[in-house]
């Protein structure tokens, strides 16, 4: 029934209505009940940061739900809640009720992400904690329309030009102006998003928290031993310890082990002896891969969309690039195939169509949701 309804509302705009999303949910707001919502905008890193922090507050015994995207094989990887993916039943009845508050009107015109973002609400209504994360944007995303008690803001870079700008100030702005409390800061490869998050904050009369400021001796001590425990890379490590300062900031205790079971699937996971999966699809993915496989080659199983700076993702991947395997997706917004040719040929880069799998070689499957979801389905078949 969701899944129907879903299929008719195209997953992509060329243009977004931003006041849509407010109208819609103003109609409907004092039918809803919300949790204590903890807000994570940025570019890289939302999925994993949000599950440690869902999965903490649910091993500290409180009610939780964590609303991502986009999913990779399932819709229900996107509500996760106490601990699971929502099943089909739930999704179903929460389709229903959803449906019974809004016009018929409001309903069709909302987007794939809009509707979903709701429906994730109506879900999540009796959980004490939500952790939200925004889809592209920041102040305008769906997800901005909710009042929440605290705003994580994970590295920023470029990335959807088209949508949030074209340079790392506009980007940012647009993403941090989405703090309505507080605003929680994470590690930034570019300095001046440090300078904009005092800003808007100074601005708003809103208390500014840099992750580092809150983490003390015993924190990296707990830190080091979840690295051990769960063999996390650098990337994953920094999204640590950005959970355990919003921890901190909400007033509630941890050990070691409410961290210990956390990691979500997709970001660096390795399937097989042999291979390695990861969602990423823009240059800061990229590198944080870079510095997480540097010691060995690869053969990169690669696609890429037309909009993103694929060229620059294989210079920076290039040194760990054995060759590069092209494998299909189904996506109009998928590069063409002879402008992602050229661009290896140009790099030097050995590349062939993806068939299968060799056992002798090690293999980073890299690109979009798209490639990793192409490239499990085969693999799985």
């Keep these: 029934m969701l899944e129907a309804f879903l299929n008719n509302k195209p997953l992509f705009y060329d243009k977004i209505d931003y006041e849509r999303m407010p109208r819609v949910y103003a109609s409907i707001k004092q039918k809803i009940k919300l ?47 106490n601990g699971r993916d929502i099943d089909d039943d739930a999704l179903n009845a929460a389709h229903t009720e959803l449906l019974s508050l809004l016009s018929k009107n409001d309903a069709n015109s909302l987007s794939y992400f809009e509707y979903t973002t709701l429906l994730g609400i109506v879900l999540f209504k009796e959980c004490e904690y939500l952790v939200l994360e925004a889809g592209l944007g920041g102040q305008r995303d769906a997800t901005a329309v909710f009042e929440n008690i605290l705003t994580i803001v994970v590295p920023i870079d470029k990335d959807h030009e088209a949508f949030l700008g074209t340079t790392i100030n506009e980007i940012a702005t647009t993403k941090i102006l989405a703090v309505k409390t507080q605003l929680l800061v994470g590690k930034q490869p570019h300095k001046e998003v440090y300078t904009i998050a005092k800003k808007i904050c100074d601005d708003k009369g809103l208390a500014l928290h840099l992750y580092e400021e809150n983490l003390d001796k015993e924190d990296e001590l707990k830190v080091s031993s979840i690295q051990k425990s769960n063999n ?25 082990q409410n961290l210990r079971k956390s990691r979500l699937f997709g970001r660096l996971s390795r ?55 092209i494998i299909e997706i189904e996506d109009e917004r998928r590069v063409p195939l002879h402008d992602l040719e050229k661009v290896l040929d140009d790099l030097n880069i050995k590349h062939t169509k993806f068939k299968k799998i060799n056992r002798e070689e090690n293999y980073l499957v890299f690109g979009s949701f798209s490639v990793v979801e192409a490239f499990l389905k085969d693999y799985r078949e």
């Design 35 to 81: 949790p204590k919502i903890i807000h994570i905008v940025g570019t890289n890193g939302k999925g994993t940061t949000g599950r440690f922090l869902a999965s903490a507050l649910y091993s500290l015994g409180k009610s939780t739900g964590h609303y991502t995207s986009p999913h990779i094989l399932k819709f229900n990887e996107r509500i996760w809640l």
């Design 232 to 256: 996390l890379e650098p990337y994953l490590v920094e999204n640590l310890k950005l959970c355990i300062s919003a921890l901190k900031i909400i007033g509630l205790k941890y050990e070691s």
């Design 271 to 325: 399937i097989s002896k042999n291979i390695i999966v990861d969602v990423g699809h823009n240059t800061l993915a990229a590198k944080s891969i870079f510095e997480s496989l540097k010691e060995d080659k690869y053969t990169l199983v690669y696609n890429s969309y037309k909009d993103k700076n694929y060229k620059d993702i294989l210079i920076i991947l290039k040194e760990i690039i054995q060759s590069v395997a």
